[in-house]
């Protein structure tokens, strides 16, 4: 029996069209901008200046506090400016742009293909790696992983899991990490467990539409009293937390608590294959994986790219830009991340960061949105809210600006997910307006 | 494409929309439909289109010209409203009727309150009540009338069956309900009425013409209603606890003097109960849209019917319990939903 979680949930179709592409290196290149704003948190203090030479791996910027990462060089070359430069949003950030000259790596970094097995580091060193080696978590969110490996004082974990649900549609880069280096993500996460302290069990949670991964996950935990695979039903949105932690443990996070309030402490599959590269191979996190996808048959790949890297290029190798630069006609959107929470790309020139897990190309007619009717109080976003909130009255709250009564009908509550907005049958735009609405509230606090 | 598209998240859409829901209950009326047609002629086709096309009609010219925005008549809900009033009303109605029905179901009840999603009580059961109440002759004769459209001329199985058919003559008087109603109140007993009138649940299930057009066929609106249910248009919740409240507070009755109460089937099986159930109690506008809210309105609406069938002066009140009901559903919509625990919850 597969489990799920149990509140809410839609069942958008999988096009999971990548899901037999493998891993593909992307070349080297040419320039990368590698944004300070990595990360939730403060953003990174650059450590070089125009002119460095820098090696592949090598520290660029130090973390500006705990809760924050630091940065390493993904390629070897110059530093050829530390500016603001406009991320993917056309948001400018500060960047370190390095010229590419060869490949040259630091030293002690072992990029044999060969796995590690022997775990010598304490524990002490494992966390001291991984907050060294800029982890961030790679579902999303790329929240800090050693600060999420350090509950606060007094909650003890009980579980780790880790996340191989990757409910949003097209996304097969976690799926094709787990077929490919299913040793490694288990190693990263025995590391990450180890860290939690004694006691500590380990689960994976994997969606029922990759049974490749559950058995191959099931087979390689099939000697191991710690580990356990879980298959979970494919739902969206299962890969969030909280959901995560309801399908598999059947405990709820309370509104404005830690998911680690209920034991659980949940790390992506691709944050702890970096683990094991941090950890095991001495290797900071300058490289991931995405998806390249689209309805096109032939623009759909799974590449490992070096963090920074322009988002033309990629798209360019993968055949989706035209040959002056412009993106193809027949696409109209670029989604950074999945269908469902991803951003939209508004410049192309903006580079890839450590937690970019897709780059998806829609045409109009997938994406362009329909003019929004009247509410007919269908009480659809209500049936799909995981959050069990009230969309419908979230959204007429928000645009009279109502902001009490959004607190008190919990609208911090809300995880973004898209699920109300997806099910509208009338086209309105529920989140669009919950989020500006909770965005508005968030700044008076602060004022306050 | 010379420029990107930026919006944000979720760039996906489930193309669900309302057109689509409003087709599929169209759809689900169709049984019915049908069955009144095959039964009463076309007469009963007469009603249905004057009652869809003054629909249709008077929300465009409001829209248009009273409003004076682009007309909302697409959106196939005034369809949805006229053929449910249609079902609503007695085959023999004329047409200038069904036109005034239609006048207060768009005109008075939906438009005045803005429209589409913003009407406060079902359009077309305010139109049938209206009706009732302006012309209750009119309203409770449910025989055919001998026009061109009459049952002697159009009545199918008749046709086909021959005048020995097997099937229910086509000129009959009042509905079940009706009959007992008065049977009762005039001192007899539920056995002598039913050995005088034979009430057959046979022919309520499968079809007879005594009542509205759509409480023809009890099996044509359980059709229509699996229909709704495997479209995914509507959630059980509401018709059952309807359906369920009636059957326990009947067999109450039922249990405690035989003679004076009709069983429940016969409850569940006569006047609109099923049409009302299934069709109008679950407009998505005028319904609570949590489950705890869902269960209050039902269990209200299957109390009030009982208690207007059996105490109260019209024999049949599924429209007033309906449109009761509809008035406590926004103070039923206050209803918070419960949130994750507080507590951890280990399950």
């Known amino acids: ?448 | 494409m010379d420029k990107l598209l930026v919006s944000p998240a979720p760039h996906l859409h489930s193309k669900e929309n309302t057109r689509r829901i409003m087709r599929d209950v169209i759809i689900a009326l169709m049984p019915s439909v049908l069955v009144s047609v095959y039964f009463a002629g076309l007469s009963a086709l007469l009603v249905v289109v004057v009652s869809v096309a003054g629909c249709v009609l008077v929300e465009h010219l409001i829209v248009r010209y009273l409003m004076r925005k682009k007309t909302t008549v697409h959106d196939l809900s005034a369809v949805v409203t006229g053929l449910i009033l249609a079902v609503n009303l007695p085959v023999s109605s004329p047409w200038w009727m069904v036109l005034i029905g239609c006048i207060a179901a768009i005109g008075i009840a939906k438009m005045t309150f803005g429209g589409l999603g913003h009407n406060l009580f079902n359009p077309a059961l305010v139109g049938r009540v209206f009706l009732l109440i302006s012309f209750p002759v009119q309203m409770t004769n449910w025989s055919v009338n001998n026009s061109i459209f009459s049952s002697e001329t159009w009545n199918l199985p008749k046709i086909l069956l021959g005048a020995q058919g097997q099937l229910p003559d086509a000129v009959s008087g009042a509905t079940p309900l009706g009959i007992i109603k008065e049977g009762l109140a005039n001192g007899l007993t539920m056995e002598t009425l039913s050995q005088q009138y034979d009430f057959s649940y046979w022919q309520m299930l499968f079809g007879h013409i005594d009542g509205s057009l759509g409480e023809a066929s009890a099996l044509a609106v359980l059709v229509g209603f699996a229909y709704l249910l495997f479209r995914k248009v509507i959630k059980p919740l509401i018709p059952v606890s309807i359906l369920f409240t009636v059957a326990v507070f009947s067999a109450i009755l039922w249990l405690l003097d035989p003679s004076m109460n009709a069983d429940p089937l016969f409850h569940l099986l006569t006047g609109g109960l099923l049409l009302g159930a299934v069709f109008m109690a679950t407009d998505y506008t005028t319904s609570p849209m949590s489950p705890p809210g869902m269960l209050i309105y039902g269990v209200g609406i299957g109390v009030m019917t009982m208690i207007i069938r059996v105490w109260g002066v019209y024999p049949e009140g599924v429209s007033f319990a309906i449109l009761f009901m509809n008035a406590l559903t926004p103070l039923l919509n206050k209803i918070k939903p419960i949130p994750y625990k507080k507590e951890v919850s280990r399950g």
């Open chain 1, 1 to 448: 029996m597969s489990k799920t979680f149990s509140i809410g949930g839609i069942h958008p179709d999988d096009c999971k069209f990548s899901r037999d592409c493998p891993i593909e290196d992307f070349p080297i290149p040419k320039r990368v901008y590698i944004s300070m704003n990595q990360h939730l948190g403060m953003p990174a203090v650059p450590v070089v200046k125009k002119g460095d030479p820098v090696r592949v791996g090598q520290l660029i910027a130090e973390p500006a506090g705990f809760v924050s990462a630091p940065v390493h060089a993904s390629v070897s070359g110059t530093v050829s400016d530390v500016t603001p430069y406009p991320d993917f949003l056309g948001k400018k950030v500060l960047t370190v742009v390095i010229d590419t000259d060869g490949d040259q790596w630091e030293e002690g970094i072992d990029r044999s293909p060969e796995i590690r097995h022997e775990i010598t580091s304490s524990p002490e060193d494992v966390f001291k790696r991984i907050s060294e080696s800029g982890i961030v978590g790679l579902g999303g969110a790329a929240f800090p992983t050693h600060v999420k490996l350090t509950p606060p004082e007094g909650m003890k974990p009980e579980y780790l899991i880790l996340n191989g649900a990757e409910c949003e549609p097209y996304l097969t880069a976690d799926y094709r990490l787990m077929l490919e280096h299913g040793q490694e993500i288990l190693l990263g996460g025995e590391l990450m467990r180890r860290t939690l302290g004694a006691g500590v069990n380990g689960i994976i949670g994997i969606e029922a539409n990759k049974p490749r991964a559950i058995e191959l996950m099931r087979e390689l935990t099939s000697k191991s009293l710690q580990w356990k695979v879980v298959p979970l039903k494919k739902r969206y949105p299962q890969g969030g937390e909280k959901q995560l932690i309801d399908a598999v443990l059947g405990r709820r996070v309370a509104s404005f608590a830690l998911p680690v309030s209920t034991g659980a402490i949940v790390q992506n599959v691709s944050t702890a294959y970096a683990v094991y590269e941090a950890v095991q191979k001495n290797k900071p996190l300058i490289s991931k994986v995405l998806t390249v996808s689209s309805s096109d048959s032939s623009i759909q790949k799974n590449y490992r790219f070096r963090v920074g890297t322009p988002i033309m290029d990629i798209l360019s190798h993968a055949g989706a830009m035209e040959k002056d630069g412009g993106l193809s006609p027949q696409f109209a959107k670029v989604v950074n991340g999945g269908p469902m929470m991803g951003k939209p790309v508004s410049n192309l020139e903006g580079p890839v960061m450590k937690s970019t897990s897709g780059l998806l190309l829609f045409t109009e007619k997938e994406t362009k949105r329909k003019e929004p009717g009247e509410c007919i109080r269908c009480a659809k976003c209500f049936e799909a809210c995981p959050m069990r909130l009230q969309p419908y009255l979230l959204y007429q709250l928000a645009l009279a600006g109502r902001t009490e009564e959004l607190e008190e009908h919990r609208v911090f509550d809300c995880i973004e997910c898209g699920c109300c907005l997806y099910t509208c049958p009338a086209h309105l735009p529920l989140l669009d307006q919950i989020r500006l609405a909770r965005n508005a509230s968030l700044k008076n606090k602060r004022k306050k």
